[in-house]
């Protein structure tokens, strides 16, 4: 059984570009939250996608934008990168008639804004 | 606004001895979640243990128990018999009772080492 999969591993971009980073839930999970988790510090929540909406946003700011698919698969985009918006990308997912028993989170994407 | 401290951001335990981490937290809800979760090298967030505040029970799982004090608002994680694969970063997490209010508040992490 697969768990959640997130593409790249890694990715270098440079200041004012744009990226995409990709998420594919655990089989038979609807729901996918986006973490950014700085050196040294816990994830912070980004937003959250359930039926192909964003049901509940952290703060950041606009620049950061996602989408949900129909299979339930997820991006996030980032606009106009900033050197502040290196760190590790997490995405979890979660069944949403049982978020109460946590979630499964992936491997995450590291990326480095130069 | 919910927040979540860890006090301690390294620990050090010999093999085979237990080591408790802190973890407290501030809400004004009555009814939510805490869990703890472990980040090795790997990166992979993995769930080690829940609570559900309204149990008054600690929870257990295996070598990882738990000392929740609704009271004190402190969440503290006991690993017993500890492993050389235990070796990681912890982080205690809260979440709100609410179907519609998912997402995960965390701490800033506690490196866990463990000494053969």
């Known amino acids: 059984d697969a768990g959640v999969t997130q593409s790249p591993t890694h990715l270098i971009k440079t200041r004012g570009q744009q990226v995409t980073l990709r998420c594919s839930p655990k089989?038979?999970?609807?729901?996918v939250s986006w973490y950014q988790q700085a050196l040294g510090q816990g994830p912070q929540f980004i937003f959250q996608y359930y039926e192909e909406e964003e049901r509940q946003r952290g703060n950041f700011p606009d620049r950061f934008s996602g989408h949900q698919f129909p299979n339930y698969s997820s991006e996030l985009n980032v606009n106009a990168l900033l050197l502040g918006d290196s760190a590790l990308y997490l995405c979890?997912?979660?069944?949403?008639?049982?978020?109460?028993?946590?979630?499964?989170f992936g491997s995450g994407t590291r990326l480095t804004v130069v | 606004a919910q927040t979540v401290t860890q006090s301690q951001p390294e620990m050090s335990v010999q093999e085979a001895e237990t080591v408790t981490l802190s973890c407290t937290y501030d809400t004004s809800e009555s009814d939510y979640y805490l869990f703890w979760y472990k980040q090795p090298p790997s990166r992979q967030m993995i769930l080690v243990i829940r609570?559900?505040?309204?149990?008054?029970q600690n929870a257990t799982e295996n070598r990882f128990s738990v000392n929740f004090q609704k009271a004190a608002k402190s969440f503290s994680l006991k690993i017993s018999d500890s492993q050389l694969g235990d070796a990681a970063m912890y982080f205690c997490a809260y979440r709100s009772y609410g179907g519609s209010q998912g997402n995960l508040i965390f701490g800033k992490g506690t490196k866990l080492s463990v000494k053969p």
């Open positions: 089989s038979g999970h609807d729901t």
């Open positions: 609570q559900e505040a309204y149990k008054q």
């Open positions: 979890a997912s979660s069944l949403e008639a049982a978020g109460r028993y946590g979630y499964t």
